[in-house]
């Protein structure tokens, strides 16, 4: 008999729900096939969502498509991000029960899966059909989904009902102040104050006293740095529907460089000085921080309208007063260090070619440090055109020769050489040409050939000019101008100079010179002696 009347008490509730909910049905059935197979093609081919259901259990999944016995649930389809918000929502113990949500009840009726759904109405109010409305503002969604499974489990035994979120609801919140324009967001549920201000904020829009106007008129003021920098979590709240976001004009704005562990802009709060931005905003200096050396480049109230430089030594000036748009830095003390400099071929031109002038590239060294450890570590400005083994170094008055590739490929203790302060490493360009010059037709220069004789750029000049030069001499001079002999390789640089030795040659050129001479000899005793006969 028990068993008679409870079975009719549940096909009764039956029917009051489903005449509660008809028309919710009526409006979203349309959506329902695609709905369903939207979710049975995810389930099967998207391991993500076999993830999920393998960590939440097949509830929430199954209430996406219809049980074979039980009467159609409307659920409209969802895309993957909306099925991700109703998992998170579900999961945190902090969601507030929003307009719009779209909440399922799922229970058993006698040997079957039914399922019911629901709408947050925008007052908060939630249609429960037989068991009445009620009114959900404020109540997370855990405490909701207790209250409704034991109202229903406590009226139908071995029901095992269980509330679940199909959807989420959206609705927006308002940006004004010191914004660029006056702006509406998209918000949900679970979405932070800090969220919606990504890209609403101006350079001197305020982030440490932000104000929240909720729907009912209350103000509250928080701080974004707090809630960011010490992860009180408070200070960036979950929006609520109809929250309006005031920002202000920050008072003082600082900006914090060099050798500080958070480098970065900050807003000061009254009261802050040199030492709180140090210790509290940038988290104290850095190993390499020389703090005697703090500059403050003041672009405000200054009494330069250029802006002043300030010098500033730490800790002595720590409650130094810091005034808005102020830039604070601090020197390094590898800025002390000794410095040499590689000069000429070094460094990478356009697009990452041989450069085509002269550079000069500074390197800090620590004392001690040797010329072969500098150039390994300079070992990538170094190209085709760097002359490495006609290198050599102006220490004061002296020019010290030096073969870098040595130093570079094949470090010996006898090539250790230690930098010295103000050092002037000289790495000549190595052109690829030959010069021929002197008794040739065609004197030039031209591009370098390896394993080439010194014939080949003779022949290139047009060959000995025979009128001038005699027995084919020759002079050959490296890059640094010391000769070489015929049978050594011609190398980059080298300059071949043909003799211009021919005796008829040099008698060509001075035969003018001689006739004239004897020509006005021959003349100056002829005039004479025909003067003489005159008397």
Same mark, same amino acid.
């Given at each position: ?268 709060? =009254? %009261?802050?000085? !040199? @030492?709180?931005? &140090?210790?509290?905003?940038? /988290?104290? +200096?850095? *190993?390499?921080? #020389?703090? $005697? ?73 620590? =004392? %001690?440090?040797? !010329? @072969?450890?500098? &150039?390994?570590?300079?070992? /990538?400005? +170094?190209? *085709?055109?760097? #002359?490495? $083994? ?146």
């Amino acid at each position: 008999m028990r068993r008679i009347h409870a079975t009719v008490f549940f096909a009764s509730l039956s029917i009051g729900l489903y005449a509660q909910t008809s028309s919710l049905s009526q409006s979203i059935q349309s959506t329902q096939s695609q709905a369903n197979q939207s979710s049975a093609q995810s389930s099967q081919g998207d391991p993500t969502t076999r993830a999920i259901q393998s960590a939440v259990g097949s509830a929430y999944t199954d209430s996406l498509s219809p049980s074979p016995s039980a009467e159609q649930v409307d659920v409209p389809a969802k895309s993957n991000n909306a099925q991700e918000q109703a998992l998170l929502a579900m999961a945190s113990t902090d969601y507030l029960v929003t307009p719009g949500d779209i909440l399922i009840l799922k229970y058993l009726k006698i040997s079957s899966l039914e399922s019911l759904s629901f709408i947050v109405e925008g007052d908060g109010i939630v249609n429960l059909g037989i068991f009445g409305r009620l009114q959900s503002s404020g109540m997370r969604y855990r405490d909701l989904k207790a209250f409704i499974e034991k109202k229903v489990g406590d009226a139908y035994r071995g029901s095992s009902p269980s509330l679940l979120i199909s959807s989420v609801g959206i609705f927006t919140v308002t940006i004004e102040g010191e914004t660029p324009a006056q702006s509406r967001a998209k918000a949900w549920g679970l979405l932070r104050l800090s969220d919606v201000l990504k890209d609403a904020k101006t350079p001197y829009s305020s982030t440490r006293k932000i104000k929240i106007i909720s729907q009912d008129g209350k103000t509250n003021e928080y701080d974004l740095f707090r809630a960011i920098r010490g992860g009180d979590l408070a200070q960036n709240p979950y929006l609520r529907p109809g929250d309006r976001i005031v920002l202000s004009k920050a008072e003082r704005i600082v900006k914090l460089t060099g050798e500080i562990r958070r480098p970065d802009s900050y807003e000061l709060l =009254p %009261g802050d000085r !040199l @030492g709180e931005l &140090v210790e509290l905003y940038g /988290d104290s +200096f850095t *190993a390499l921080a #020389d703090t $005697s050396r703090i500059t403050l480049i003041r672009h405000t109230a200054s009494r330069d309208p250029a802006g002043e430089k300030i010098l500033l030594n730490y800790p002595q000036e720590k409650d130094y007063v810091i005034q808005d748009q102020d830039e604070v830095s601090v020197a390094s003390t590898q800025d002390l260090m000794p410095v040499v400099y590689f000069e000429g071929a070094i460094g990478v031109g356009v697009q990452g070619q041989s450069p085509q002038t002269s550079q000069r590239a500074p390197y800090s060294y620590y =004392p %001690g440090e040797t !010329l @072969g450890s500098a &150039v390994r570590k300079l070992r /990538d400005q +170094f190209s *085709a055109v760097s #002359d490495l $083994s006609n290198s050599y170094i102006i220490r004061g008055t002296a020019r010290i020769p030096v073969d870098l590739s040595k130093y570079l490929y094949d470090e010996k203790t006898s090539l250790r050489m230690e930098l010295a302060r103000n050092d002037i490493i000289i790495i000549p360009f190595r052109q690829f040409f030959v010069s021929v010059s002197g008794a040739v037709k065609l004197p030039g220069r031209y591009p370098y050939i390896p394993d080439r004789s010194w014939a080949y750029y003779i022949g290139l000049a047009g060959g000995f000019d025979t009128d001038r030069n005699s027995k084919e001499k020759l002079e050959i001079l490296d890059i640094q101008g010391r000769p070489k002999s015929k049978d050594k390789p011609i190398e980059p640089e080298d300059t071949l100079t043909a003799a211009s030795n021919s005796f008829l040659y040099y008698v060509g050129k001075i035969s003018p010179v001689i006739t004239t001479v004897l020509g006005v000899i021959s003349t100056t005793f002829t005039t004479y002696y025909y003067f003489q006969l005159s008397k």
